[in-house]
């Protein structure tokens, strides 16, 4: 192998390093973001509505296309600094054909837990209902 073949290679080794780098500190980066900047449970995505800084910083918790959901109002008493909630609670809802159901969750631990399960009455479920895309 001659000297210029030597040179040839360490710098296509230099580009490749270069390149993996980049993509590493990218992935690394996103995440970075995904775990420590995004709420992960109700406890703190009430956390990070109430330390927002402002309406639109609130605003990018939410889905694209529900925005209209939040209002400004919302965001006001939610992290007027005297205001702080009984409790906060975490739910899902399972939706079937002629019933729907609501499971209350653990909010703010590890392992998501069910504290309790009930069949929704007809008018909360059509109300669900109507909030869902």
Known sequence: MGISQKESLKDWLKYWMKF??????????ATYYMVFHTPKNSLELYQSIATADDFEEATKLMSEGFEGNFKEEDFEFIS??????????????????????????????????????DDLPKDLRDYFLQLGP
């Open 80 to 117: 007027k600094s005297n205001a702080s909630p009984n409790r906060v609670g975490q739910f899902a809802i399972f939706e079937y054909d002629e019933k729907t159901f609501v499971v209350m969750t653990t909010a703010g631990t590890n392992k998501l837990e069910i504290l309790a399960v």
């Open 20 to 29: 993996l780098l980049v993509v590493f500190l990218i992935l690394g980066y």
